[in-house]
């Protein structure tokens, strides 16, 4: 199919709802980095119940690597999200045998309601990530592996989303990738949507799996270099994550740490949570003190540096400002290398919050 058959679709959520579960879907754009910090900023617009895994690649993996790669992916973000999976919550259980009766008990009553899920694979993945390992038992196949990680990641709707940066990517690695991603839809019952730079529309590699591809690029959207993929922030993201801090934000947690022993910060912000302003606006917001309705932000250059991005944050702002909330933006690298100097921004804008409400 040429590139000028391909279907726009506007909205980065919006055209990955189209891809159906066990199938596959392929996107172009001509900045994929920022139809990424797009879906960073509209994460709040995902379907009730779908869970989005992204995996960006600066290069392509070496044909041989591929398999390996994805399933390591879906290991490192299990292990991320442990110990909430299936839709359970698992921290009360432990790697004790008595703990581990009480586990084997929820696995197998949530098997009843989901046959797929492998019991024994489960329990042996559960000691792994509670003891901080990867959770690929080498007794199982990377297709158990794969259907496996993708139910514990998501019980009701996983999407998995493939992007790369690599505008040059050769026919081998091109090929691999096609192969890969169709060896998911038939492992897994995950939903598949491959983001590649515009460059790659004619690429012959990709006709497997290339039919109906989309266009998700705005009108009059110019080619920008993307950015490479280097953090695990940048390589992985998982959303949503809600009332915790996000497993691949290192400011995010170090922001949480450094909370927790502040004796004036102590217990007042929830990270990840839902807010809808009084336009019917959604949002995600970083942290949220509710009974001094004070948003923070932490700020990534990754996500935040677009023409689309910085125009995102200031009409978000806007709506929580008219909503009655003040917000606080903090960058990433403020918090990761000067977390004084931002708890000390967290402590004067909660007294000047604490103080306008006593009036």
Not at 141 to 165: D, F, G, M, V, Y
Not at 342 to 350: E, F, I, P, T
């Amino acid at each position: 199919m040429s590139a000028s058959g391909t279907r726009v679709a506007h909205s980065p959520w919006a055209a990955l709802a189209t891809v159906p579960d066990g199938s596959s879907r392929v996107f172009l754009s001509a900045n994929v980095a920022q139809r990424l910090a797009e879906l960073e900023s509209d994460c709040c617009q995902a379907p009730s119940g779908t869970t989005l895994v992204t995996r960006t690649w600066h290069r392509l993996p070496a044909p041989g690597a591929m398999l390996d790669d994805i399933v390591a992916t879906m290991a490192e973000v299990a292990g991320a999200v442990w110990p909430n999976w299936w839709g359970l919550d698992l921290a009360s259980h432990g790697t004790r045998p008595a703990a581990e009766q009480g586990l084997r008990a929820d696995l197998e009553d949530r098997a009843r309601e989901q046959p797929a899920i492998s019991v024994s694979w489960a329990m042996a993945a559960a000691r792994l990530a509670a003891a901080g390992h990867l959770p690929l038992p080498s007794a199982h196949p990377a297709a158990t592996q794969l259907k496996q990680l993708a139910l514990a990641i998501s019980p009701e709707r996983l999407l998995l989303l493939l992007a790369t940066t690599d505008n040059d990517a050769s026919e081998p690695r091109l090929l691999a990738l096609a192969s890969g991603v169709e060896w998911v839809v038939r492992n897994s019952s995950a939903a598949v949507a491959v983001l590649l730079p515009g460059g790659l529309a004619e690429a012959r590699a990709l006709d497997p799996i290339r039919y109906q591809a989309i266009r998700m690029d705005p009108p009059h959207t110019g080619s920008q270099p993307s950015t490479p993929a280097s953090s695990a922030e940048d390589r992985l993201r998982i959303w949503p994550v809600l009332g915790r801090p996000h497993p691949f934000s290192p400011g995010e947690q170090a922001l949480a740490r450094a909370l927790g022993e502040d004796p004036e910060l102590a217990d007042l912000f929830e990270f990840n949570q839902p807010l809808t302003t009084q336009s019917g606006s959604h949002y995600v917001v970083d942290l949220l003190w509710r009974f001094g309705r004070l948003v923070v932000e932490v700020d990534g250059y990754h996500f935040h540096t677009t023409p689309d991005a910085f125009a995102q944050d200031r009409e978000r702002d806007f709506e929580l400002l008219i909503s009655r909330y003040r917000v606080v933006r903090l960058t990433h690298d403020e918090v990761l290398t000067t977390p004084e100097r931002a708890l000390a921004k967290l402590r004067g804008a909660v007294r000047l919050c604490r103080t306008q409400t006593m009036e």
